[in-house]
């Protein structure tokens, strides 16, 4: 029989980071993308990554997601290193990503974009169910179920029969953050996801990226100052590749290597 102070000896790693970057260093050729960065995104948080353009953050990205490998450093979740870490990993590490090419199936409806973001849950995933294998019928009325719900909660399930090319581009910025949301991640990984919006459209999804943290922690590597600043918890600040400040808005906003490196840039 296990008691209280027996399961709290067993607790794996409590309170570690939902991923940690450590001493990461990408080089092109001859020129370094990354050098000896390190962040640690908390769970429950929105870890923001700011820089200047050309400063390494979709390289980080990148590194975070699988698509770059590093040439040094490593990468961890809840304390265990993830080693070679490959894109369709992902999922089964309870990551999601959005990516700022948006990624969506033009030939199917918004819902059947959802339900292939949902794989992680499904046992004999999407295309199981569209063959109709046996018992794979509840589970893809459970998948629509659930792809409708993360479509509502982005308030756009009207949209659900539409196809994604006849939408105006925020609300396929919603159909891709949905896709992402349906597989119920821990971590949520999002590059630029203000690009192309609106003032309005960017106060929208800011406090919809801030809601998420009830769910999960998000990584949010972004351009627009402003956004980061409302809805971050903490920020990694990087200039030609080197993390040149940490810390929360406030301690950001006022420090001197961040406003010498944006200035003269357009925020
Ligand atoms: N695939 C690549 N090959 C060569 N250089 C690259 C590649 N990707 C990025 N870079 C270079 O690495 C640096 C960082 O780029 P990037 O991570 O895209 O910055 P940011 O997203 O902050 O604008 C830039 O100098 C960029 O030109
Ligand atoms: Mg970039």
Known sequence: MSTDLDRSAVRPEQGAPDLELSHVTVRFGGLVALSDASLSVRPRT????????????????????????PDEGTLRRRG????????????????????QGLGLFDRVTVLENVVTGADRHARTGFLGAMLALPGSWREERALRERAMA????LGIAHVAGLYPASLPYPVRKRVALARALVAEP???LLDEPASGLSADEMEELGDLVAGLTDRMSVLLVEHHMD??????????????????????????????????AYLGEEV
């Open 150 to 153: 993360a479509l509502d909660s």
């Open 227 to 260: 956004l980061v600043m409302r809805i971050c918890d903490e920020i990694t600040v990087l200039d030609f590749g080197r993390v040149i400040a940490h810390g929360s808005p406030d301690e950001v906003r006022h420090d001197p290597a961040v406003l010498a």
């Open 46 to 69: 929105v870890h923001g990554v700011i820089g200047p353009n050309g400063a390494g953050k979709t390289t980080l990205f990148n590194v975070a997601c699988g698509f770059v490998v």
């Open 186 to 188: 821990e971590l949520l």
């Open 80 to 99: 265990e290193e993830l080693g070679r870490l490959r894109p369709h990993q992902l999922a089964g590490h309870g990551i999601a990503r959005t990516l």
